[in-house]
């Protein structure tokens, strides 16, 4: 299905917590421009805005600042201007706190979606989710602005939300239905529902005011997190960055030393919008999410908040309500983030990007995401494997979340069963040294700092007694018992004085008898770190490089099994991932493996075919046309090594070539070439090989100059052409429907043979009289050489004679010896066709069957062919009532097809005709197989040949054209005896 076109950013702003992830997340947003995810051209900037110091608002406005001066510089301002956003669609997308269950934040937490129809395959991400739902769904249509969207939630909006912005200004916030119960523990927005102006905006209610939002559905309307401003609205949100205090808010007043103030998008900036807040409780207000704090911290946000009404307060604040939407935010309850990734009740587990060895073993309800599964892994329901390398015997229980594991870590899960737990490997940086942690919880555990709290879904005082952990080794004396929590608790290894870490340095806890007092002491022995301390230490580039290493491991694994199991399933999405993200060399790798092993030539043809796909993947659009010669003498010994079946060692030497042909685009294009030229060997050897099921009748060799002569008629396409030649056949399998014609009353393709007392081969190719046939004579097997070369005069006529059996052109024998010990002399062989070059009616592939039925006959051979697969059934007839206008439809169908099959093959003289014809005709379209050929038409009248020669006579700028008549043919090829005289 075509993806609706969305909206094309001009800026897109991520906003990172940590200064060391400014880069990295950088990085991220460009690969999903390379995906097409973003659209080409957009400015995308990641910039540093931790909102433990600002705040969401705050956020907000440093990142409109940011926007603003960079296309201010872009415009070749030497100031910030707000003129730059008049014409800008801006989208900042706030990446939040941190997250217990992802080292990169819920923007980047893998989800169990897959996009079959996604140019690129990629493993999804929440962010890839919110981006689509923004570009495609909730900004569509949306006059100039900045949309600001959080990325701490999980969306779902229909493809048509029914936005309307006629007459729209001011602010928008986009909510979603969630129940009253929902809501005690959420923002929801109190609206007038006759013009849907927002009145006031509620955080964890009183019963009292979650029900005045109730609506008519049931549902309270949700704050989703996603607002849009007007330009003028962010002119007026801008010109308060020069305005203390709420200059604080960017970077400018944080780098000239200004006191940092907390601002809430909701709570401060949108608020002071709303119809029924007063002045004197907006100022007096605190944001929910600043919670307590000093007096001094109070006045200088009711100073900030001041300035926020002075700006936006004759600003209208509307709601769009989206009823068949949802929302969920990712909260810290691991039971909540399991069930967002599982589907309870599913009949199988869910496997996305990734590959298992045995899936008998998945239970239903389970999750599979972006992992490598060797041997017998056991997952129960409810449970979910991400970013994980294992090898088994493994049993994972159920209620588990088991995370950033390698191979390597296998083995401390033998013998184990896992049940409601959480058990996560990190990527760490430590002075400056790389290195890996493992942190394990339960996933009854509580986050929050409120409670007694507990630890692998125990008190701690029953985990102190279990383990022997004292309360000392967490916490240092002077700690608050209020500050005495999970998220406080030194409990994880970092560093051992001897030896790595692994799994079973926090894995011993589950059942410390059994590992003795030694684990005990390894662990006091060990630098440890508590969940907060960890947090800076996190390296997210290893964590995102780890991550994009296994999803093409896991890749390779699929694209050997499709190639070697001959699925019909295209590769092409992986081939722009490996080369977008800059992974080509182990794809190519694995493709020569898969192409030099494989006992099948078509499964290393289709290799091959894969290997030219990532090279001209690599020339990203670059270097030329894809199509073109290959025949370069460089690439002669890979394809003599594969002409000789030898097929290991012309993998090999074909690897060895492209290694040369890597450091240009124009290069690239022709080593996609001759891999190509090298599939098409391998090719013609599994399309020879159907020579051992044909059977032949030999009868007596014609004598010595008499004409055996094949007549067969041409071809055309009504749909499905090319989709039956590879390499598109590997991918999807191909079908044509086609019917066999006369031109103009005559068949037009034909061929004759004779033998020959010289033990020679003689090749006429030409009209049917020779006076304007150009001729070949062959003496020897070398003349034979370039049979293979499509474009070497005689090839096919050349290929022929081997596909005939009459030529071994292996053999240790000359050329005459082998003519004459088999048939006492030579042959002649003559082909014409009466179309013109490239008419698109099936000349090439028609002429090859033409002259094979004549050779074999002239060689004392008759060939049975097989029965017509589907019977004319009088279509001559058929063709002129009935079935015809929905016949025309396939074949205006067909040529759009063909049109996005080959973008460009419609010259604009053609679309012109097919344009000036269109009221004549059923339908129409050209007869090449990717565009050109002659333009075939179904007439609404019998007989328009007149008619239609009329139309295009008084049409200015078709240049040269003319009509021909086409009948069915229903005999097909015709195969006559002729005397060594007869008239041709």
Known sequence: MEQLKGVDWTVVILTCQYKDCVQVFQRELEVRQKRQQIPTGTLLLAVEDPETRVGSGGATLNALLVAAEHLSARAGFTVVTSDVLHSAWILILHLGRDFPFDDCGRAFTCLPVETPQAPVEASICNLDCLLDIMTHRLGLGSPPGVWVCSTDMLLSVPPNPGISWDGFRGARVVALPGSPAYALNHGIYLTDSQVGLVLDIYYQGTEAEIRRCVGPDGHVPLVSGVVFFSVETAEHLLATHVSPPLDACTYMGLDSGARPVQLSLFFDILLCMAKNVSMEDFLMGRPPELGGGDDGAAGYLQGARAQLWRELRDQPLTVAYVPDGSYTYMTSSASEFLQSLTLPGAPGAQIVHSQVEELQLLGAGSSVISCLLEGPIRLDPGSVLQHCHLRGPIHIGSGCFVSGLDRAQSEALHGLELRDLVLQGHHMRLHGSLGRAFTLTGRLDSWERQGAGTYLNMSWSDFFKKTGIR????????????????????????????????????????????????????????????????????????????????????????????????????????????????????????LDQVAAGAGDPGVAARALACVADVLGCM??????????????????????????????????????????????????????????????????????????????????????GQWVVADCPARVDFSGGWSDTPPLAYELGGAVLGLAVRVDGRRPIGARARRLLE????????????????????????????????????ALLKAAFICAGIVDIRSKLLLSEQLLRTFGGGFELHTWSELPHGSGLGTSSILAGAALAALQRAAGRVVGTEALIHAVLHLEQVLTTGSLPLLGQFLTSYWEQKKLMAPGCEPLAVRHMMDVLAPHVHGQSLAGAGGGGFLYLLTKEPRQKEALEAVLAKTKGLGNHSIHLVEVDTQGLSLKLLGSEAAI
């Open 471 to 590: 309360d000392w080794d967490l916490w240092d004396p002077d700690t608050l018992p209020a500050e005495r929590c999970l998220l406080t608790a030194r409990l994880f290894p970092v560093l051992h004085p001897s030896r790595a870490l692994g799994p079973r340095d926090m894995l011993w806890m589950l059942d410390p008898q059994e590992a003795g007092g030694e684990a005990l002491r390894a662990w006091r022995a060990s630098w440890r770190l508590s969940w907060e301390q960890l947090q800076p230490c996190l390296d997210r580039a290893a964590t995102l490089a780890s991550r994009r290493d296994l999803f093409f491991r896991q890749a390779l694994y699929k694209a050997r099994h499709v190639l070697e199991a001959r699925q019909d399933l295209s590769l092409r999405p992986l081939t722009w991932a490996a080369v977008h993200e800059g992974c080509p060399g182990p794809l190519l790798a694995t």
């Open 619 to 704: 020339a990203e659009g670059h270097g030329g046309l894809r199509s073109g010669p290959a025949a370069n003498p460089e690439w002669m010994r890979p394809f003599l090594y594969l002409e000789c079946g030898d097929l290991a060692r012309g993998v090999e030497a074909l690897a060895q070539e492209r290694d040369k042909w890597l450091s240009r685009p124009a290069l690239l294009v022709r080593a996609a070439r001759h891999y190509e030229g090298a599939g098409q060997i391998l090719i013609r050897q599994a399309v020879m090989s159907a020579q051992n099921f044909v059977s032949m009748e030999r009868v007596e060799l014609p004598a010595p």
């Open 759 to 794: 033990p020679e081969l003689w090749l006429t190719i030409g009209p049917r009289q020779d006076e304007m046939a150009t001729k070949i004579v062959c003496r020897s097997l070398d003349d034979l050489q370039d049979y293979c070369q499509p474009h070497a005069p005689g």
